[in-house]
């Protein structure tokens, strides 16, 4: 019995230092938490934005529809047909549009042939060149900045053509540089390579047993989707709402007619039609100059309004018939797109919703910090959503935004002269 009352009393310390250290745990995490909240309540990270000007519009979004004045070229004859015109290039009445073979190897001879000769040519009119045109490496890099910048633009809008051409003036542009800076370029290796290859063809043999001519004049594609001739070009205005989403509901279902070579375009004013909301267009009238942005890409187009912006009252729902007169590769292959109708534009100082406030005369305003230190900037709010506000660039007004401020997005008890450190 008093050995084991002994032992009881040995272990009562041990407990005890064990629940004065679960205390004392507790109570740091609640002393921590207590500094945290204290810290943040009395500390706040300042976020700011830079005060540049932008462009913003008010916008309505659609499922458009393209409608162009298009036919299909289609060849009776037997045998392999290979188109001789480039997309987006112009053929006349009568003009080659495609040549015929009599079997798959011969065109595939001949297009070789072809486009050896193209590079053949182009090297023997590039080591002709003289570096007249540019005089100065500073020049001419200024010129390779273009080209570069213009085919960039050219493949985000698939612009094959100008593509092609922007590929063939930097190659030349580059050949040009290394002229100036005094290195030796030899193109008789490269015309000899190319002679070579040429010589291996037996370009008799293999040349076109015919062609297919336009019967009218137009701006060639190779793309076709089936709905060439589905819709009546000459009365896109008098659509309804009906019919035109009938159009739209059908278009991805129609199959590519078989047997088509291509299609010639024979206006370059073509159209989006779209169904909208009577209410989006209130701000619209007949006539109008629009932006038109295409969703899948950075695409846009000046479009004149046609027809659908000037509404009866009651009316639900109409179609917005927009007019474009520019024409290109990638334009010919548009069918059915997501689109953005751009209208009303603003341009200031753009700022987020987090950012702006009421001051104590109830007028808006935002912040901005100028070294470690608030500077209530005021001016009017040109747009808003309930994102962001558009304010007015206004530089005789000395109080309102201006170029570069750092507008502050977050911050606490924000005044005009606080200072932070």
Known sequence: MENSKKEKVNKNPDKIRGDVVAIAAVLIIIAGYIFYECYNATHVDVETVTAVTSTVYETIDAKALVIRDEHTLSNSSSGVTVPAVQDGEKVKLG??????????DNAKAYSTAMDLHSQLDYYIELESKTVGMATDVASIDKDILSDVNGYIRAANSNDKGNVSAYADELNDKFARRQIIIGENIDFTQVKSDLQAQLNKINIDGCKPTGYVTADRSGIFSSYTDGCEGMFDYDAVDKLDVKTLQGYIDSV??????DGSLGKLITSYEWYFCCVVSADDVKSISNGDILNVAL???DRVYKCQVVSGADT????EQTVLV???SEMNSSITSIRLEDIEIRYNEYTGFKVPSSAIHVNDEGKKCVYALIANQVAERQCDI?????DYAVF????????SIRFYDQIIT???DLHDGKIYS
């Open 252 to 257: 991805p279902g129609v199959k590519k007619t």
């Open 95 to 104: 003009g080659n549009v495609a040549m015929l073979f009599s079997s798959q």
């Open 322 to 324: 927009l007019r474009c």
């Open 382 to 386: 040109i747009y808003s959503t309930k």
């Open 312 to 315: 009866d009252l009651g009316t």
């Open 392 to 399: 007015a660039y206004e530089p005789e007004n000395s109080d």
């Open 410 to 412: 977050k911050g606490k």
């Open 295 to 297: 969703k899948d890409g």
